[in-house]
């Protein structure tokens, strides 16, 4: 089985940083993308930020320049340091990972979410 386990999450206030860490844990044969995703009450849940294996990254436009999305492949570990944050930036975010698991294809996995809540 595996497991996506999140931290990092908390209350900031406006113009604050905080960092969220996913660790992927279980029968893993290899990890290919990694991502963070959100969402707000009564919205769809966004992309925020990807990774690939090699380091390629791809941002929503509304968080480049203030998240940096990084991991750690020993550790099948993906980081999302977040910078100025801003109000609109509360939400539940979600880690995802595309997993191999026993040799076979790529399959997308969630954590469980933890929640961003910036106010003053």
């Known amino acids: 089985q595996v497991q996506l386990v999140e931290s990092g999450g908390g209350l900031v206030q406006p113009g604050g940083s905080l960092r969220l860490s996913c660790a992927a844990s279980g029968s893993i044969f290899g990890i290919s993308a990694m991502g963070w995703y959100r969402q707000a009450p009564g919205k769809e849940r966004e992309l925020v930020a990807t990774i690939t294996r090699g380091g390629s990254t791809n941002y929503a436009d509304s968080v480049k320049g203030r998240f940096t999305i990084f991991r750690n492949n020993a550790k099948n570990t993906v980081y999302l340091q977040m910078n100025s944050l801003k109000p609109e930036d509360m939400a539940v975010y979600y880690c995802?990972?595309?997993?191999?698991?026993?040799?076979?294809?790529?399959?997308?996995?969630w954590g469980q979410g933890t929640q961003v809540t910036v106010s003053s």
């Open positions: 995802n990972a595309k997993i191999m698991v026993a040799g076979s294809s790529f399959d997308p996995y």
